[in-house]
């Protein structure tokens, strides 16, 4: 039990919820092992006050990695499927496809009455990847982490990527840009018309309008990424704690597995209702982009 | 859990799948859907089509047998009819052919009959007045009495 080689649960969890961070630590910054940095250089985080001090020029590389590495292969499965696509007999693995496209199409057309040609390819790319992403959390805790740690010396390492809030506020973030971008593109001039004139029609609350409505426009990608940030990073804190709970003694096994079960179980609802609710959110804010509101 | 360039490597891997998720992954599938959609559908119409076609060559087919039994039938009829025709006339013509041979029979044995009185008769003369010499011997006169005689060949 990895949680047995900590001084307490505490400290297990708090490790278990550090990134590996590769960053830039400034020099004179204060150092692990008690020693003080020389000078400014690009290197792993060896601790939590280490990526701390690195501030923003880090990158979370397990995050990056897993992120990556899950959208690529989901998306090179259902472009495989693409590809290989049957017209008179799919197969099981084609049909499995096909419905979570169609369900996704079904979805974007229910809330998007236009023409969803654009949109639709965003939310499939949101669910599929998102919802991998969350997969991650079903994956025992320690079950990657441990080996890496001990025997290639990763200290650090975190494969549920939807439970660091760079990654789902920077996919929040750049749904505000594709948000932004067909405005433009579906109003042009009156897209700015109508965020200086809303909810005040005339000329001398135009920075009230501005203010409001920019406050509107960006609370929409932070409720979005938080939203599957708090979440998924709370549902990974009950792991981490049901993980403890191992570690503290073999009488609580059996109380463990059977709180790891339920919890897992629960959990199978959640991703993928946080990554329905993800997708569902695009496709609004989106179709709020194509036709006007007010 | 600090807010780093992380977030922006997470905008531009975003940014890239939605490109190749637009471009790679989404056009096939739903091509692939819609085709298969319009195949289903065609497939379902044309079943429809060849039912309705079916039922209409069947109700043909009914209608041709219904005819052709008809006519067979008439066929038969008439067949029966000319059959009893020619045996009826078979029959007439029989009866007539016989009633021809009874009537040349008579005829035949009238003249039999005819030719035999007629040959009585000329011998009855001859006979009467052989006998009516033994009878008389000379005072009959052959000449004299001859219409007496002739009277009674006619008679016999």
Redesign the interface.
């Known amino acids: 039990m990895a949680a047995g080689e900590y001084e307490n649960a505490g400290d297990y969890i708090a490790h278990h919820l550090v990134n590996l961070t590769y960053g830039r630590l400034p020099a004179g910054t204060e150092l692990c092992n008690g020693g003080v940095a020389e000078t400014t250089q690009w290197q792993l985080a060896g601790c939590a006050s280490e990526a701390a001090a690195m501030g923003f020029m880090a990158v979370h590389v397990d995050s990056l990695l897993w992120s990556f590495g899950l959208g690529a292969l989901i998306l090179f499965i259902f472009y495989r499927a693409g590809k290989k696509a049957s017209l008179e007999a799919p197969g099981r693995f084609q049909a499995a496809i096909e419905i979570i496209v169609e369900f996704v199409g079904n979805t974007t057309k229910d809330v998007f009455h236009g023409r969803t040609g654009a949109i639709a390819p965003i939310a499939l790319t949101v669910f599929i990847w998102v919802f991998m992403m969350n997969l991650m959390k079903l994956v025992p805790v320690d079950l990657i982490p441990y080996p890496l740690e001990k025997f290639f010396g990763v200290e650090y390492h975190k494969i549920a990527a939807t439970t660091d809030p760079n990654i789902t506020l920077g996919m929040a973030t750049f749904v505000l840009m594709l948000v932004i971008g067909f405005s433009i593109k579906m109003k042009g001039w009156g897209y700015l018309r109508e965020l200086s004139f809303t909810p005040f029609n005339t000329w001398f609350l135009v920075p009230v309008n501005l203010v409001l409505e920019i406050v509107g426009l960006l609370a929409k990608p932070i409720s979005l990424g938080l939203r599957l940030f708090g979440n998924m990073f709370a549902g990974e804190v009950i792991f981490l704690l049901i993980a403890a709970l191992f570690g503290a003694s073999i009488l609580f096994m059996p109380l463990a597995t059977g709180l790891n079960l339920i919890w897992a179980i629960f959990h199978i609802l959640v991703i993928t209702l946080q990554a329905f609710i993800f997708m569902v959110l695009t496709i609004v804010y989106l179709a709020l982009a194509h036709d006007d509101p007010h | ?11 531009l ?3 890239i ?2 490109w ?3 471009k ?7 091509k ?2 819609d ?2 959609r319009k ?1 289903i559908a065609d497939g379902l119409m044309a079943a429809d089509r060849a039912s309705k076609d079916l039922e209409l060559a069947q109700e043909r087919a009914t209608k041709i047998i219904r005819e052709a039994k008809q006519e067979a039938s008439g066929i038969v009829d008439a067949a029966n009819r000319r059959a009893a025709k020619l045996v009826d006339d078979a029959k007439d013509k029989g009866r007539a052919e016989a009633e021809r041979i009874k009537i040349a029979a008579k005829a035949e044995i009238e003249q039999e009959m005819e030719h035999a009185r007629e040959q009585l008769r000329s011998q009855v003369a001859s006979l009467a007045l052989a006998g009516a010499t033994k009878v008389l011997e000379a005072s009959v006169d052959e000449s004299a009495h001859k219409a007496m005689l002739d009277k009674l060949a006619v008679n016999l």
């Open positions: 859990m600090n807010f780093n360039l992380t977030f922006i490597g997470q905008i891997a975003f940014a799948f939605v190749f998720c637009g790679f992954v989404w056009p096939p599938l739903t692939a859907i085709a298969r195949i």
